[in-house]
């Protein structure tokens, strides 16, 4: 089982040196949330695929670089060691599980009976929280994310980029690598699937939004939904744009 304790300090070596002595007598090994850094502690998880909550993702990839860190994953198998995402990507990861076990039938009844789907849709990228945009070092860096930031729907191609702050796309392509590791393009792509995201929580139609991002048509801002989330922009607003279905409505 995960914690917060467990991603504030180092795990405590007799907690990774039993997690490892019941592993060997254990036909199978899993775990919930922040519990695959117990894991990977033990070394249960070098060399192998790995997921763990999407806020502690890269913690887990930085700390143990030997583990395969699949940040978007709801729950990973390799051979007889299991991790999940977040505390109900566990439940999805039981179910699995059980199916593994028993079979399918029993899996969808069990599913039926705790209101769940056999397969959640999508990966926990859909839930994670907005890109996290510390401020560059580099003036022209700077300039141009703060740019991207406040006006996504501009021309942010690199040359555009790259001639609102006086350097070569190839310099600002150094820049981004070394500061932010990434490419502009793939950071804008990024920053536009944020605010794509922040629009339809707020109820905008799936037109207007991908106007507001600047993705310049439904269909692009759809791909790379399906792409970075696994589902599609309306799929995303039914699930997280309100609360309100569920509720009696007031006469």
């Known amino acids: 089982a995960g914690g917060d304790v467990l991603v504030d300090r180092a795990i405590e070596t007799d907690l990774a040196d039993t997690v490892k002595d019941l592993h060997a007598r254990s036909r199978r090994t899993a775990s919930v949330c922040t519990g695959s850094f117990i894991l990977a502690a033990a070394g249960l998880l070098a060399g192998r695929r790995a997921t763990t909550h999407w806020r502690h993702a890269g913690l887990l990839a930085r700390a143990f670089p030997d583990v395969r860190v699949e940040s978007d994953a709801l729950f990973v198998q390799d051979a007889a060691v299991y991790t999940s995402a977040g505390v109900s990507a566990g439940m999805d990861l039981a179910l699995a599980l059980v199916e593994e076990d028993h079979g399918a039938d029993l899996t969808r009844e069990v599913a039926r009976q705790l209101v769940m789907f056999m397969q959640r849709p999508g990966g926990q990228s859909q839930f994670s929280a907005p890109l996290d945009r510390r ?20 021309d942010h191609s690199a040359a555009a980029l790259a001639a609102r702050v006086g350097v070569s796309p190839r310099q600002l392509g150094r820049l981004f690598a070394a500061e932010l590791r990434t490419t502009p393009a793939r950071y804008v792509e990024l920053v536009r699937l944020d605010h794509a995201k922040a629009l339809l929580d707020r109820g905008h139609t799936v037109a207007q939004t991908a106007r507001g991002a600047g993705y310049g048509s439904a269909e692009t801002m759809r791909r790379s939904f399906v792409a970075r989330l696994g589902v599609s922009p309306s799929q995303y607003r039914d699930r997280f744009a309100t609360t309100e279905q569920g509720k009696d409505t007031p006469r």
Do not use: E, G, K
Not at 135 to 154: C, E, F, G, N, Y
């Open 135 to 154: 401020p560059p070092r580099t003036s022209p860096l700077r300039a141009v994310v703060d740019l991207i930031s406040a006006q996504p729907a501009l």
